[in-house]
């Protein structure tokens, strides 16, 4: 029997309008912008390759609906890795609160407009924070909204805070220690996948840069007009098709080696 893929249940904060940060919702000017870099990436390869318009902008559009997944996918990965950052910000300033002898619901006041302060009202942990007050404000407990927001952040280390804050809330522990200490290692986990990425980055560039060396090296040979390199050729059609599909391999795997996760 053919199994039906289960539709995805989107997460819902407990009060307010919290965000799924596992999804994205595409606006249209997200589909154009994807679809369009998807579109003339994809005819100006094909052009250079088989130099037939009509061939080249048949692909563009088809591989331009296939772009608007992947800068969806895209987009997801660029929100969690800014909500990380401000989550870092936010850390400093909670651990400065605790620090401060506040409270917990004070701390995560003073954290709240600290952040309003640092990243605008806007931001997705001030808007996150924003939740947090208005639950505890209707006499949510801390624990579970903290816990909400590590659900849906689908970031792991909000998660392992949210776990560890609500084992030491729940026995009484010295919530100062605890705070800090948590700050400081997760803090340190953020700064060593930042210098990585920073590392990865620049085998990235070295990455794409060899990927488009064969289309700079068959486009110099298109400028020279010898019938010998052309793409009417049959037997030059069918080394380029052959170059493009390992172009194409080359290319995924290399997305999925530089790809690192901490």
Do not use: W
């Not at 840069?209 to 007009?225: C, E, H, R």
């Amino acid at each position: 029997m053919k199994k039906h893929k289960k539709k995805y249940e989107i997460k819902k904060s407990i009060i307010g309008n919290g965000i799924d940060y596992y999804t994205y919702e595409m606006k249209a000017i997200d589909c154009v912008i994807g679809y369009t870099a998807g579109f003339f990436l994809s005819f100006i390869a094909v052009q250079i390759f088989f130099e037939r318009t009509v061939f080249s902008l048949i692909c563009g559009l088809g591989i331009g609906f296939a772009a608007i997944k992947l800068y969806k996918k895209y987009l997801i990965i660029s929100r969690r890795k800014k909500l990380l950052l401000q989550f870092k910000d936010f850390l400093e300033s909670l651990s400065a609160s605790y620090s401060a002898g506040k409270n917990t619901q004070n701390a995560f006041k003073d954290a709240y407009k600290d952040m309003k302060e640092l990243h605008t009202d806007k931001s997705y942990i001030s808007k996150e924070l924003e939740i947090i007050e208005l639950g505890m404000e209707n006499g949510f407990n801390i624990e579970e909204l903290l816990n909400n927001f590590a659900y849906r952040s689908a970031v792991d280390d909000i998660k392992s805070f949210a776990d560890i804050f609500e084992s030491g809330n729940r026995i009484g522990a010295n919530m100062k220690t605890i705070i800090c200490q948590t700050k400081d290692i997760i803090n340190d986990k953020i700064d060593i996948e930042m210098e990585i990425n920073s590392s990865v980055a620049e085998k990235k560039a070295e990455f794409y840069i060899m990927l488009a060396m064969p289309f700079i090296i068959i486009l110099a040979l298109n400028t020279l007009g010898d019938s010998t390199f052309s793409a009417v050729v049959p037997v030059n059609t069918i080394i380029r098709i052959f170059v493009l599909i390992v172009i194409s391999i080359a290319f995924l795997i290399g997305k999925r080696i530089t790809d690192i996760s901490v």
